[in-house]
Structures are given as C-alpha cells and as structure tokens.
C-alpha cells in the first residue's frame, strides 16, 4: 500500500512545487477607490479570478476594509491574494498579485503607478482631478501594464509615452467637441463657396 501511494504523494508535490514557480503574469489587478470604498478605477487582468462584477466589487470591498484604516503604505494579504496600496488625500492605490508574487515587484508597480500620476496630476492626487483626467489615468495604466505583464516601472518613460499617445490619438471631449466644430465650419463654407459660384454662374 506505502508502494502504492508514494508516487501519488510524489507527483501532488511536484504539483504544487510547479503551482509556486513565478509568472510572467505578475499583476492579478489594479484598482483605484475612494475614501468611502467606491470604485473610480479597476482593471482585472485574470479572468478566472473574479469574473463578475459583483465578484469584483465585493473583493474591493472586502480589502478597502481591511486596509482603509492603515496610516502608512503597507502590504495585505486577502482573500489569497498579495496586496500592496497607497492612499493620497481621498484615494486609495492597489495593485493585486498572487500569494507567491514578490512584494517588491509590486511594489515598483505601484510606486510607477502613483508618481506617473502625480506628473498628470500636477501633484494634486486627489479625488476630483482624477475624474477630471480619467483618459489619462486609463493611458497612464495601460503603459504600466499590458495584460497582467508589466511593461514599465519608470515613471517618466510611462509620461513620455503617455504624452505622444495623446498627441497622437486626442481623447478629451473638448478636442472632440473642436474638431467637430470644425468640421462644421469647414462644410459651411464650402457649401457658401459653392453658392457664391451658383449665383454667378446664373448672372452670367
């Protein structure tokens, strides 16, 4: 029987040896909440992890509450998870990785994360610049992380591309809103133009 279930044993351990091996996947999510716990941000990178949204929320609720009350940046362990946050005036900054994730690796993320930015922000890192800003938060997260694989931990590198992308692709609603406008404009006055040329063609 000992003969038997030796193997067993053997290969549920090498198992679970090989279920500890890092990932390239470091970052499981990120999330950005307010000072009551309500969600402004998150991206959730796994999907088998809490695929719902109920899932996801009831997960940040259940870490806003145990890492709300902390007055310094610290490290949680919850619900299997790694943990590390930051909180700045009104808002509160995690970064979620697995029980086996280094600390230190998610750590930069969301050092990168903050100071990248306070650079957007101009320093005002609260609340209502952030909803001011939400394009460039999204842009800002997205050059830190790429699928749960971290891209970048160099806060001005992710500004610079942050920047060019804005350059390249204008999100804002007042830059939608102008270059309707002009669009507008342009169609009037070609269709003037166009009228002007009637007109004289007829007096002719």
């Known amino acids: 029987m000992t003969a038997q ?3 067993r044993q053997h290969q549920r351990t090498t198992m679970e040896i090989a279920s500890l091996e890092p990932s390239l996947y470091t970052v499981k999510a990120v999330f950005i909440l307010d000072n009551d716990g309500n969600r402004l941000l998150s991206k959730y990178y796994d999907t088998e992890l809490y695929p719902s949204m109920k899932e ?15 007055d310094t940046d610290e490290i949680a362990f ?3 998870m790694t943990i590390v946050y930051k909180c700045s005036i009104d808002l509160f900054f995690y970064v979620v990785g697995s029980a086996q994730e280094n600390e230190l ?11 990248s930015l306070g650079q957007i922000l101009r320093k005002n ?3 209502r ?3 001011d800003n939400m ?8 050059e830190i992380i790429d699928g749960g694989v971290i891209l970048e931990s160099d806060p001005q590198q992710v500004i610079q591309k942050v920047n060019y992308r804005a350059d390249e692709n204008p999100l804002s609603e007042q830059s939608v809103a102008q270059h309707i406008t002009d669009k507008l404009a342009m169609t009037s006055n070609i269709m003037q133009s166009a009228k002007e040329q009637i007109k004289w ?4």
């Not at 996801?56 to 902390?70: G, L, M, R, S, Y």
């Not at 750590?107 to 100071?115: D, G, H, I, K």
């Not at 394009?135 to 997205?142: A, I, N, P, W």
């Open 5 to 7: 279930t030796c193997p």
């Open 56 to 70: 996801q929320k009831n997960f940040e609720k259940n870490v806003f509450n145990k890492t709300h009350k902390a």
């Open 78 to 80: 919850v619900e299997g």
């Open 105 to 115: 690796m998610l750590m930069a993320v969301l050092n990168c994360l903050f100071e």
């Open 125 to 127: 890192v609260e609340r």
């Open 129 to 131: 610049c952030l909803l």
């Open 135 to 142: 394009d460039g938060v999204f842009l800002v997260v997205d």
């Open 201 to 204: 063609s007829i007096l002719k």
